[in-house]
């Protein structure tokens, strides 16, 4: 499956912006799709993951009650909608996928979009 993650931009802290990952290749439901962020000087990690069906959503503890992930299998899509935005967010955000449930099994992604940069000014 091939991913495009697009949406990123400079917002003021306290603002909100809504990132989209376009899927293509393979059936988009059959994958288990997540959001990870990479700062500057710091490892990739887990941002929010959301089930094949969108029944089931996890969260970093960073995120909750700020960001929210959703799926339209129809139209091929993840989205990670992030409000209450902080400098701390800043980062490079990756949508990835893997048939496998990526929380569960605590795994790296088998596929990978190119990031896109959000920076958080205060």
């Known amino acids: 499956v091939q991913l495009q993650a697009s949406g990123g931009g400079l917002v003021q802290a306290g603002g909100s912006l809504r990132l989209s990952c376009a899927a293509s290749?393979?059936?988009?439901?059959?994958?288990?799709m997540a959001w990870f962020r990479q700062a500057p000087g710091k490892e990739r990690a887990i941002v929010a993951a959301?089930?094949?069906?969108?029944?089931?959503?996890y969260y970093a503890d960073s995120v909750k009650g700020r960001f929210t992930i959703s799926r339209d299998n129809a139209k091929n899509k993840v989205y990670l909608q992030m409000n209450s935005l902080k400098p701390d967010d800043t980062a490079v955000y990756y949508c990835?996928?893997?048939?496998?449930?990526?929380?569960?099994?605590?795994?790296?992604?088998?596929?990978w979009g190119q990031g896109t940069l959000v920076t958080v000014s205060s």
């Open positions: 290749g393979r059936t988009f439901s059959n994958y288990y």
């Open positions: 959301i089930s094949w069906g969108g029944g089931s959503t």
């Open positions: 990835a996928a893997d048939p496998r449930n990526i929380v569960r099994l605590n795994i790296t992604p088998s596929y």
